[in-house]
């Protein structure tokens, strides 16, 4: 079963991506260190860089040029200073050369192979590095799957291989989940951290965990104070700071309007939506193009709900970990295979199941608000105007929060038993997927990518 750990699934890195920028940038950093490890990076005198699939389609629009350039140079989403950004990738193209690890320079070629793919995953990338007499020193393929995690090609054909961190409680399917839970008497979440204590401390847990929720107020508190347009031509204002000061005047209203509150969780949503499509920090929830979800559903928790505290934070990330884990298992996280039901269905379903346990939930009432959030986003489709994470993502976002919020709510006034169970869901999420035709699937091919052009836009 797959090992992954809170601190892998909510990881701290830039916009707009994690299948385009994040994977991208850690999967060059992966090549350059190959490179170093066969003591062959001092020989390299050019790399070429192909691209495949969704990420030649939509590499442009979602910086992934700019972060696998920077990944080249040993740059790690969680270490790159976003404000640095511009200015190095205007040094690489006006020089013409990269500095791997910032030492080595070399000539570079970076292709966008459009209509092209690998027969494994849409979002693969072709690294090859040559010497000076055109020798081949190294070619590797890796596969960016969602969430910024990365696949070497050999992990991917033969995952018998790749090492897995053995955990007490294994699970693949919400029914094995809810069998531990019985057995051990525990929450989903005391499962969970359990499976994470194999891995890490409990001091590095709870740590990483207040480092992840730290990262995400920070991207809120940014993205409610910063004004203008969006980078990328489609002339998208920031609404959140606006917005939240048409909130903040009228607070005083929301006994007379509660639903004023719906109007809270989209700011939250909308504010590190706007960060993340600026490029700017921000955590994967568990992709970039849905990373508002989690946090604005965690913001309405801590501003509306009386009995939260620092376990409830706790508590929600690890019960979130646990629906992540089924959804890798058994389905996936990327929109190049799934459509957006892989980014906004999960990450709402996610935040539901976290709420639910928040909120005093039995463990089916939380596997039940899993179930109804990525119910209600079967078949979402991806199609980014101008391949950009604008239109429809950052207001996806919003609808995202508040199903997951009423998911949880309408969990919580039943019993937890229903007719389609989350294992259900997430085999007809998959089914679907596998059966969205690819222009659906972040090609920016179909649907609204070609309804909307850019001239209406910026009307």
């Given amino acids: 079963m797959s090992s992954v750990s809170v601190l892998e699934g909510f990881s701290i890195g830039i916009g707009p991506s994690s299948s385009h920028t994040v994977g991208p940038m850690r999967a060059?950093?992966?090549?350059?260190?190959?490179?170093?490890?066969?003591?062959?990076?001092?020989?390299?005198?050019?790399?070429?860089?192909?691209?495949?699939?969704?990420?030649?389609?939509?590499?442009?629009?979602?910086?992934?040029?700019?972060?696998?350039?920077?990944?080249?140079?040993?740059?790690?989403?969680?270490?790159?200073?976003?404000?640095?950004?511009?200015?190095?990738?205007?040094?690489?193209?006006?020089?013409?050369?990269?500095?791997?690890?910032?030492?080595?320079?070399?000539?570079?070629?970076?292709?966008?192979?459009?209509?092209?793919?690998?027969?494994?995953?849409?979002?693969?990338?072709?690294?090859?590095a040559y010497d000076k007499q055109k020798k081949q020193l190294l070619r590797q393929v890796y596969y960016s799957i969602g969430g910024g995690f990365v696949l070497e090609h050999n992990e991917a054909v033969n995952p018998s291989e790749n090492q897995e961190r053995p955990v007490p409680f294994p699970f693949k399917t919400a029914v094995g989940l809810i069998e531990h839970c019985q057995r051990e008497n525990k929450a989903i979440w005391e499962i969970i951290f359990e499976n994470e204590k194999a891995m890490y401390t409990e001091t590095q847990i709870r740590e990483g965990i207040s480092r992840i929720w730290k990262a995400m107020c920070d991207s809120v508190e940014r993205g409610i104070r910063i004004e203008g347009e969006l980078p990328g031509g489609l002339k998208v204002p920031r609404r959140a700071a606006q917005l939240y000061k048409a909130l903040k005047d009228s607070e005083h209203k929301l006994a007379e309007d509660p639903t004023m509150v719906m109007e809270w969780v989209s700011l939250f949503s909308l504010a590190v939506n706007e960060e993340n499509a600026a490029g700017s920090r921000i955590v994967t929830a568990p992709t970039n193009g849905s990373s508002g979800v989690i946090p604005a559903v965690l913001h309405y928790a801590q501003k509306f709900?009386?009995?939260?505290?620092?376990?409830?934070?706790?508590?929600?990330?690890?019960?979130?970990?646990?629906?992540?884990?089924?959804?890798?298992?058994?389905?996936?996280?990327?929109?190049?295979?799934?459509?957006?039901?892989?980014?906004?269905?999960?990450?709402?379903?996610?935040?539901?199941?976290?709420?639910?346990?928040?909120?005093?939930?039995?463990?089916?009432?939380?596997?039940?608000?899993?179930?109804?959030?990525?119910?209600?986003?079967?078949?979402?489709?991806?199609?980014?105007?101008?391949?950009?994470?604008?239109?429809?993502?950052?207001?996806?976002?919003?609808?995202?929060?508040?199903?997951?919020?009423?998911?949880?709510?309408?969990?919580?006034?039943?019993?937890?038993?229903?007719?389609?169970?989350?294992?259900?869901?997430?085999?007809?999420?998959?089914?679907?997927?596998?059966?969205?035709?690819?222009?659906?699937?972040?090609?920016?091919?179909?649907?609204?990518?070609?309804?909307?052009?850019?001239?209406?836009?910026?009307?």
Wanted: aromatic share 6%; net charge negative.
């Fill in 28 to 128: 060059a950093r992966r090549f350059i260190a190959a490179l170093k490890e066969r003591e062959v990076l001092d020989e390299t005198a050019f790399v070429s860089t192909e691209l495949y699939g969704s990420l030649a389609m939509t590499g442009k629009g979602h910086a992934t040029d700019t972060a696998i350039l920077l990944g080249l140079e040993g740059e790690t989403p969680e270490g790159v200073d976003p404000d640095s950004i511009p200015q190095r990738v205007e040094l690489i193209q006006n020089q013409g050369k990269l500095n791997l690890f910032g030492r080595f320079s070399v000539d570079f070629e970076l292709l966008f192979l459009k209509g092209k793919r690998l027969p494994f995953h849409s979002n693969a990338i072709r690294f090859t």
């Fill in 305 to 459: 709900v009386p009995t939260f505290n620092e376990e409830s934070i706790f508590i929600f990330f690890l019960t979130a970990t646990a629906m992540l884990i089924l959804y890798k298992e058994n389905a996936s996280i990327s929109a190049a295979e799934m459509g957006c039901q892989g980014e906004i269905g999960v990450s709402a379903s996610m935040a539901a199941a976290g709420l639910t346990a928040i909120l005093g939930g039995t463990n089916d009432q939380i596997e039940n608000a899993a179930e109804i959030a990525m119910e209600h986003h079967l078949g979402l489709t991806c199609d980014p105007i101008g391949g950009l994470v604008q239109i429809p993502c950052i207001e996806r976002n919003t609808m995202g929060a508040i199903k997951a919020i009423n998911a949880a709510r309408l969990a919580l006034r039943g019993t937890g038993q229903h007719a389609v169970s989350l294992d259900a869901v997430i085999r007809a999420m998959n089914e679907t997927g596998k059966n969205m035709s690819t222009m659906y699937k972040e090609t920016s091919e179909g649907g609204l990518a070609l309804q909307i052009s850019l001239t209406e836009t910026a009307c």
